[in-house]
Nanobody
């Protein structure tokens, strides 16, 4: 299983970006998929999750500005980022909990990260 994240870049304060993360490989079911970010000097933090059954959870500081969504047919998860702030500057990572076989274990996979820089 591989995750490929892309869409990062440089944007001004108040701007928007869409991050994408495509999951490929042997997939029976994706049990959960999420976005995380790591700002310079900080630990990686979970910011948005789509869980089993489609349950959404967001970190409080991004609610109303960043939205997670999936295209199940494409095995792709998106992070729509609006009203961006300098404190959103970070490397953004996607993560998927994937079951590769019907009776197999669920394993965690990470994308390579994509850098978002918000200028003031």
């Amino acid at each position: 299983v591989q995750l490929q994240a892309y869409g990062g870049g440089l944007v001004q304060t108040g701007g928007s970006l869409r991050l994408s993360c495509k999951v490929s490989g042997t997939i029976f079911r994706i049990n959960a998929i999420s976005w995380h970010r790591q700002a310079p000097g900080n630990q990686r933090e979970l910011i948005a999750t789509i869980g089993d059954g489609g349950t959404l959870n967001y970190k409080d500081s991004i609610k109303g500005r960043l939205t997670i969504a999936t295209d199940n047919a494409k095995n792709t998860v998106y992070l729509d980022m609006n009203i961006l702030k300098p404190e959103d500057t970070a490397v953004y990572y996607c993560n998927a909990l994937v079951q590769s076989q019907s009776r197999g274990m669920t394993n965690s996979y990470w994308g390579q990260g994509t850098l978002v820089t918000v200028s003031s």
